[in-house]
């Protein structure tokens, strides 16, 4: 990577060259002491003149490059000052204007080192060579020679060098470096892992499904070699207040002269404006931010992209993978009656293993998810718009569409209701030409966008808009969980496009997006963002800042990051001014001599720097931290929640079955969603009223906050002794009374809405505390 060598040794030669010029200043200094001291007043005034010119030489070289780029700055003050006190025989003044300028550069290039030590880490760690293995062969190969399908061997601490699928054993990983999260992930077989990522268990191996330039590691490597190179508005502010602060200082150093005849008063401002506050504490605030934000996941090109973010005021949305997961996922696995749906998802996953289409890599997702283990398919074809088929221990298996001429069977038609209502996809699983079963997919909502977007209209986002090309209905249904202000449906790459350009117009504005169809409407808007850790090359290519973690929360980190750099950029610009100015009136008055006023000044300039580099700590807390035990507890709970979900959907199918015929059979599918509201949902729910909500009592202020939650689980108790009591008096009459069946229909479907969305609350307010990304 020659650029990131260039740009280490750039950074050597400043700094060597930060040191001898501070050195070059200092030692003139100490002299001169040491003369004074020793009664040899001479030669003490020819030390500091010296250290005085010896910062003259460089500051005139910055003035010169300033105006070689039509830019005026507030040097030319600094440079004045330190001639002004060799006009007037100040030379110790000048000495430690000397120090005081290059002490104050010294500082900006430790702290921008400092500042965009993680930009250089995420650029030195990246990998250089892997370990391909062709049989029983491993053998090292330069990244370049990486392909698709290839084998490689993942040695404990290495980092992954490109994008694959695990293949064998549970591989821990440390996913810090791309997602911020400090705790290690373990990824099983056949799940995805990214490049960059640290192996901080055993040996594992993977099959590369990118090459090592279109990985995801290499994306964040390029844009890292970009960020901090651009310079942002806040950073021009010095240029901007030159252009009155450079006239009021000579105005108020030749009134000083004019009305006291002492030139000596005149130098004296000089020195106090000198204006290293202005100069130096803006850039190495933005430039902290850059380095904070990366340190979250988040990877800003340039400073002007994080100014532009700290005051933006509208953001503009992609539905698909940016508020919503962006790829289907099973919602119910819905089985004819008899049918395990659990052999059923096994028997389909074992013909959709083999197939590339997103809903088979869903399906196949959701049985290893669940435990299940996929058998090998014989006879497995493919065919387009149609579906997968293949033998699984000796069965004729068809995943898709419903065989030509078969017809929707009765138990199905609520079930494909359902999807209508839904908008999700249906699967289709036909066993020997019999429809047994249908698997729902569709693109749910991210659990963190509620609060996100809540946490964005906190930091001063004030209107919040949606374009997406799908349907207006499920679309309006997205808005409307979110609260968002508008959202635009049946949308093309051109819509999206006029509608980010209407937007930027009236108001700064951000566009959030993640596929390739998003790339022109992030390049229109005033700050792209693109989430990265799955999105396109193309959207992150035209993005000012790509989010490298699939978490939509993060754009609400860089908002705080982003808001918090520029205020404390613009607050220390103004502070170090304004304490300058008054040091100027006190030094016209001739209260403050040039000697002193140089240590004055020096205090202001170390004092507005140090409070620049507040930048590179932590804010207030954007979100509420939990303890490690409670962090267990979430993750132990949301685990369970993706385990009850789908059986939750047998409450609303046993009352269909019921309000359709109410006979035996509807008898035992009642008794059957009893047990497990007894057996596993109450249990559930009262562990989560002893052992979870306690726990996030001390995060959250109080139990008041999960006071509205332990009502829904009242109500969830309620119910289920009620349907209980129902399901006595029918098994007593050996079958339904019809008086029974309107309040037993209402009582199993309003159980069925009070759980989805206690569910959805509390893995949107509760959940989403866990430091686990994948929650």
């Known amino acids: 990577m020659p650029e990131s060598r260039d740009r280490h040794r750039w950074e050597r030669y400043t700094g060597v060259a930060s040191a001898l010029l ?177 192996n901080a268990g055993a040996v594992f191996e993977m099959r590369a499904t990118a090459t090592a330039e279109e990985s995801t590691y290499a994306g964040i490597v390029r ?38 005849g002492s030139p000596t008063r005149a130098v004296a401002v000089l020195v106090v404006a000198t204006p290293c506050p202005l100069l130096l504490a803006a850039p190495v605030a933005i430039v902290s931010g850059l380095s904070r934000a990366s340190r979250v996941g988040v990877v800003v090109r340039g400073g002007g992209a994080l100014e532009n973010l700290g005051h933006a005021t509208t953001l503009v949305m ?79 298996v068809q995943v898709g569409k419903l065989p030509d001429g078969a017809t929707v069977p ?44 809540r946490r964005l209209r906190e930091a001063g986002l004030n209107r919040l808009v949606m374009l997406t090309g799908d349907r207006p209905e499920p679309a309006r249904e997205v808005a409307t969980v979110l609260g968002l202000d508008e959202v635009y449906a049946n949308q093309s790459p051109a819509d999206k496009v006029e509608a980010v350009r209407r937007e930027s117009d009236q108001h700064v504005t951000v566009m959030v997006g993640d596929g390739i169809n998003d790339a022109p409407a992030l390049a229109a808007a005033t700050v792209g963002v693109a989430m990265g850790a799955r999105g396109s090359t193309a959207s992150s290519e035209a993005a000012d800042i790509v989010l490298t973690t699939d978490r939509l929360d993060r754009l609400a980190d860089a908002m705080d990051i982003a808001r918090r750099s520029r205020r404390i950029a613009v607050e220390s610009a103004t502070i170090g001014m304004g304490l300058s100015l008054l040091a100027m009136v006190v030094a016209a008055a001739g209260w403050l001599p040039p000697a002193a006023g140089a240590l004055l000044q020096e205090a202001i300039d170390v004092a507005v720097i140090l409070n620049a580099l507040r930048a590179l700590r932590s804010g207030p807390a954007s979100g509420r931290a939990v303890p490690v035990d409670t962090d267990e507890l979430l993750r132990h709970f949301a685990a369970e929640h993706d385990t009850l979900r789908d059986t939750l959907a047998t409450l609303r199918a046993v009352a269909d079955r019921i309000a359709e015929r109410p006979d035996a059979e509807a008898l035992k599918a009642l008794e059957a969603a009893y047990r497990f509201l007894v057996e596993d949902l109450l249990p559930h729910e009262r562990a989560e009223e002893t052992k979870l909500y306690p726990a996030l009592a001390g995060p959250l202020g109080g139990s ?52 989805r969305l206690h569910f959805l609350q509390e893995e949107e307010n509760y959940f989403v505390l866990a430091a686990d990304e994948r929650l």
């Open 410 to 453: 009765d138990w199905a038609r609520p079930v494909m209701n359902r999807a209508r209502l839904d908008s999700a996809a249906i699967a289709w699983v036909t066993v020997d030409d019999d429809p047994l079963g249908a698997v729902l997919l569709r693109d749910p909502l991210r659990r963190h966008a509620p609060r996100t977007l």
């Open 704 to 755: 008041e906050a999960t006071a509205t939650m332990s009502r829904a689980h009242a109500e969830i108790q309620r119910l289920t002794t009620r349907i209980g009591t129902h399901l006595e008096l029918a098994r007593a009459r050996d079958g339904f009374d019809p008086d029974q069946i309107d309040d037993l229909l209402a009582c199993l479907y309003g159980l069925h809405a009070v759980l």
């Open 318 to 396: 992609d539905k698909t993978g940016t508020v919503t997961a962006g790829r289907p996922v099973v919602t119910e696995v819905a089985a004819a009656p008899g049918t395990d749906p659990a052999w059923l998802l096994r028997l389909a996953a074992s013909v959709d293993q083999l197939s590339p289409h997103v809903l088979a890599a869903a399906i196949v997702t959701e049985a290893l998810a669940r435990g299940l283990r996929p058998e090998v398919a014989t006879e497995v074809s493919e065919r387009a718009g149609h579906g997968v088929s293949g033998v699984v221990d000796g069965r004729r």
């Open 22 to 198: 501070l050195a070059g200043t200092i030692v003139p200094l100490l002299a001169g002491v040491i003369a004074r001291v020793a009664g040899a007043s001479t030669v003490a005034d020819r030390w500091w003149a010296a250290g005085t010119v010896v910062a003259i030489v460089p500051a005139l070289w910055w003035v010169i490059s300033a105006l070689r780029r039509g830019r005026a700055g507030v040097d030319l003050i600094a440079v004045l000052s330190l001639g002004g006190t060799l006009l007037v025989h100040e030379y110790l003044a000048g000495a430690l204007i000397a120090v005081m300028l290059s002490g104050g550069h010294a500082l900006d290039a430790a702290a921008e080192r400092r500042a965009t030590r993680d930009l250089r880490a995420l650029l030195e760690r990246a990998p250089r060579s892997a370990r391909r293995r062709r049989g029983a062969v491993v053998r090292v190969v330069g990244l370049d020679e990486i392909a698709p399908g290839d084998i490689l061997v993942i040695a404990a601490g290495e980092v992954v060098p490109t994008d694959g699928r695990i293949l064998d054993s549970v591989a821990v990983l440390d996913e810090s470096a791309l997602t911020g999260e400090p705790l290690q992930v373990e990824r099983a077989a056949g799940e995805p892992v990214r490049s960059g990522v640290l």
């Open 223 to 260: 844009l890292a070699r970009e960020a901090g190179a651009d310079t942002a508005p806040t950073v021009r502010l010095a240029d901007r207040y030159a252009a009155w602060f450079l006239p009021l200082t000579l105005a108020v150093a030749a009134a000083a002269y004019w009305f006291s």
